[in-house]
Nanobody
């Protein structure tokens, strides 16, 4: 059984920064692509970023490109999302997810249905 636990969310002023972490347990996910999604209030879950199993390839939604950085530490079985220059529209519950169906894959999924494991989410609120 895989468990993903996000942390690092909170309340921040517009223009500020936060760093989210996603720790995996129960199974090593170091050989699988990982992703971050978010769900703003009253909206559907949307893709934020994905990272290959090596960490050498990344993919971002246009709305966060240049402001957010996804990274991973496979030795710690942890994925991170560094969020800079935060805007009010970044307010959402942020989820990490693991693409667990194919090891060593270079594919970077961007659809929620492509991911197999999900964390419980962490709230990020950006105030003006």
């Amino acid at each position: 059984q895989v468990q993903l636990v996000e942390s690092g969310g909170g309340l921040v002023q517009a223009g500020g920064s936060l760093r989210l972490s996603c720790a995996a347990s129960g199974r090593t996910l170091s050989t699988y692509p990982m992703g971050w999604f978010r769900q703003p209030p009253g909206k559907d879950r949307e893709f934020v970023a994905a990272i290959s199993w090596t960490g050498s390839s990344t993919y971002y939604a246009d709305s966060v490109k240049g402001r957010f950085t996804i990274s991973r530490d496979n030795a710690k079985n942890t994925v991170y999302l560094q969020m800079n220059s935060l805007k009010r529209e970044d307010t959402a519950v942020y989820y990490c997810a693991a693409y667990g169906r194919l090891r060593y894959s270079a594919y970077l999924p961007s659809l929620p249905d492509e991911y197999d494991y999900w964390g419980q989410g962490t709230q990020v609120t950006v105030s003006s």
